[in-house]
């Protein structure tokens, strides 16, 4: 089955800086790569995806970017506040399912 | 988005009783359901996926005797924890699939702590 791996599993930016979290996948045949923020005790959160045909996307403060040959994706925030401070996962999909990295708590200090 | 509903949001339940967890999806009909559970400060673990009408398909080390699920209707999932012990204390989290746009929603979760 595919693996997906994420680093850091903690990151602590200053207010304003960027954070970059990076995720490594097994299977070449995953083709959907979602991104999730989970706060304590609520549901994960869609923020952003990116599908195989494309190599990056953007949303805001918020993109994704997509390298199919070395099977990595990134997740890049910048100008982070505060309410940034969450659980962000990693996942990607093939064959109908979902399987996610092991989380990055990122912690913006104001 | 799409809105997936779990219920109960918690339980506490005595060793041996069993539990049962409903996942709804409001406004969409759901073509697949998963069902995780997650530990502390870990990840989103796959127990089991399943799609309606269909038996549940189960991750390796996962006890389908244990962990029943029913999947009735396109709308909605439940999964049942038998014979509850300590161990199976966790948060459990289902997750909706649209095949439409490859999107999943998630439910609220349930924290489920046994007695």
């Known amino acids: 089955g595919e693996n997906v791996e994420q680093h850091p599993s903690t990151l602590s930016v200053q207010e304003g800086d960027s954070a970059v979290i990076k995720c490594t996948y097994s299977d070449s045949a995953s083709n959907y790569f979602p991104w999730y923020k989970q706060e304590l005790g609520k549901r994960p959160q869609l923020i952003i995806d990116?599908?195989?045909?494309?190599g990056e996307k953007k949303d805001q403060r918020i993109a994704v970017t997509l390298n199919k040959t070395a099977k990595h994706f990134s997740l890049h925030i910048t100008e982070t506040q505060p309410e940034d401070s969450a659980v962000y996962f990693c996942?990607?999909?093939?064959?109908?399912?979902?399987?996610f990295g092991s989380g990055t708590k990122l912690n913006v200090k104001p | 988005g799409a809105v997936v509903s779990q219920h109960p949001s918690w339980v506490i339940c005595k060793s041996g009783t069993s539990v049962k967890i409903e996942c709804r999806s409001l406004d969409f009909q759901a073509t697949t359901m998963f069902w995780y559970r997650q530990f502390p400060k870990q990840s989103l673990m796959l127990m089991a996926t399943?799609?309606?009408?269909?038996?549940?398909?189960?991750e390796q080390g996962v006890e389908k005797d244990k962990f029943l699920i029913n999947h009735a209707s396109l709308t909605l999932s439940t999964l049942t924890v038998t014979s509850a012990h300590p161990e199976d204390s966790s948060f459990y989290i289902c997750?909706?699939?649209?095949?439409?746009?490859?999107?999943?929603?998630f439910g609220q979760g349930t924290r489920l702590t046994v007695v």
């Open positions: 996942a990607a999909y093939n064959f109908n399912k979902f399987y």
């Open positions: 399943s799609n309606e009408g269909s038996k549940a398909t189960y």
């Open positions: 990116i599908r195989s045909n494309v």
């Open positions: 997750s909706a699939y649209t095949a439409l746009n490859t999107e999943a929603f």
